[in-house]
């Protein structure tokens, strides 16, 4: 019997989430990692049939409501289509909040800011050019001046600062701040080119004035498109000020980082908010230790071994926060060049130990794999 189903790109995050809030996932993603399987019933779709696959794995998944991962955000006819309870947006809700200039029109009507967006070319200044159904940075690029469709690009104005994560839970339009993690995006050391996501190290420390500017950032979003739920809002941290990048309306991959370190119920909330039920309260102690994740990319292409430091997590117990690997591949299959071959974890007291210790683990699992 299971309690909740999990499809996406990727559940593997998401069915620990649910293991930590006391449920049982069913999941349905393009992996079937090794790890995964040792924690839940999984069905592996196959790349040519995603994500229309996800909707066929359904036929033999238990009654239990849906939660959707990446990036079927960018897929709200198929979202439509899921004839179980929903534990996310709707699909008018993720047209609504997809569109850049909607959101970024409705967050500067309340003076937030938000980088410029342009739909043709542009002569002057640094702009981004960004793919209207991208996920995890896939197919973002600097402009250089070149010709694009505006129906299936955009340019964002270029910010500097320190991209970042924040995760709310949207609630009676309203949202709740959980928390902030940096976000690691285009490492080398992790061999993630361009802009793909490689990862989160958090929650990071807010005064006062940083958490009111995040948190009117989530209010706004949360009111202008009914967002319920937990929902990601991806940003640069100028300043001190965040400039919202991207809205993810649904569970992302940063809420695990929150979950080993401030011990939230986050699915949990989520399950209340569309169950309609009172939330849990709860009040987050200060943190012990900064948590961080980081994914590594295949250097070149590899048949994953059998033998490594990521076994011991395969074989771990009970306790979700102690594995140090996740997304582990089967043994023997292949990772083509510039794939994801697993995520490491670590934990430390400051942020900037926390991705030293990373950095130092993931170059010994390269040395491992690659030589």
Not at 149 to 160: C, D
Request: with cysteine.
């Amino acid at each position: 019997m299971s309690d909740i189903i999990i499809i996406g790109a990727s559940t593997r995050a998401a069915a620990m989430s649910a293991l930590r809030a006391g449920l049982t996932p069913w999941c349905a993603d393009l992996f079937a990692d090794a790890d995964l399987q040792r924690l839940a019933t999984v069905r592996k779709v196959p790349l040519e049939a995603y994500p229309k696959g996800l909707l066929d794995a359904l036929a033999d998944a238990p009654q239990a409501p849906v939660l959707y991962t990446g990036a079927l955000e960018n897929r709200p006819d198929l979202v439509g289509r899921i004839d179980r309870p929903l534990w996310g947006n709707g699909p008018e809700v993720l047209r609504a909040v997809r569109s850049p200039l909607r959101w970024a029109q409705s967050l500067r009507a309340c003076g937030l800011p938000c980088p410029a967006l342009a739909h043709q070319p542009m002569a002057t200044g640094r702009w981004l050019l960004k793919p209207r159904k991208s996920a995890g940075g896939l197919g973002i690029r600097f402009y250089d001046g070149q010709p694009f469709n505006p129906r299936t690009h955009f340019l964002q104005e270029w910010i500097a600062g320190l991209p970042c994560s924040g995760i709310f839970l949207g609630n009676h339009d309203q949202a709740m701040l959980l928390g902030v993690t940096a976000q690691l995006v285009g490492i080398p050391w992790l061999h993630a080119a361009g802009f793909l996501y490689a990862g989160n190290i958090g929650p990071l420390p807010l005064d006062s004035a940083a958490e009111s500017c995040w948190s009117a950032l989530g209010n706004e979003l949360a009111n202008a498109f009914h967002l319920r739920g937990l929902f990601g809002v991806d940003a640069i941290l100028r300043d001190g000020v965040p400039w919202p990048i991207e809205i993810n309306p649904r569970y992302t991959a940063s809420v695990e980082v929150l979950e080993r370190s401030l011990q939230l119920p986050s699915l949990l909330w989520h399950r209340d908010v569309f169950e309609q039920r009172p939330l849990l309260a709860f009040r987050p102690l200060p943190p012990p230790t900064i948590q961080g994740k980081a994914v590594l990319y295949a250097r070149y292409t590899i048949a994953f071994p059998g033998d490594g430091p990521w076994k011991a997590s395969l074989e771990a117990g009970a306790d979700l926060d102690a594995v140090e690997y996740a997304d582990i591949p089967h043994v023997g299959e292949t990772i083509e060049q510039g794939q994801p071959v697993l995520t490491l974890f670590a934990s430390a007291a400051t942020a900037e130990t926390c991705q030293a210790k990373l950095r130092e683990n993931a170059e010994a699992l390269d040395r491992r794999l690659w030589g």
